[in-house]
């Protein structure tokens, strides 16, 4: 049973930092490319931000592009999400997820496995 668990979320000051990780487990890890997602409140789920399986080219989104920094061990499972400058528009749920293909597949939305997600909250 594939799991794609986040955790790293929690409330935080604009200007401030967040790491998310999300443990992977039930799939073999470095087969996959990876992403992060996030649903802000009242609005669709969208792109954040995507590494391929070797953690070689990574891909944003243009809101986050030069504040976020997403990365990837193959040996531990996981991949992260360092979150910088955080503004109050960062506050959503982010999602964890794995795909195939690379991160062109992934930003287009094409998943196969989804984590539950992790509330990041920014105050102004």
């Known amino acids: 049973q594939v799991q794609l668990v986040e955790s790293g979320g929690g409330l935080v000051q604009a200007g401030g930092s967040l790491r998310l990780s999300c443990a992977a487990s039930g799939l073999t890890f470095s087969n996959y490319a990876m992403g992060w997602f996030r649903q802000g409140p009242g609005k669709e789920r969208e792109f954040v931000a995507a590494i391929t399986w070797s953690g070689g080219s990574t891909l944003y989104a243009d809101s986050v592009k030069g504040r976020f920094t997403i990365s990837r061990d193959n040996a531990k499972n996981t991949v992260y999400l360092q979150m910088n400058s955080l503004k109050p528009e960062d506050t959503a749920v982010y999602y964890c997820?794995?795909?195939?293909?690379?991160?062109?597949?992934?930003?287009?939305?094409?998943?196969?496995?989804w984590g539950k997600g992790t509330l990041v909250t920014v105050s102004s």
């Open positions: 997820a794995a795909g195939g293909g690379g991160t062109g597949t992934i930003a287009r939305g094409s998943v196969r496995y």
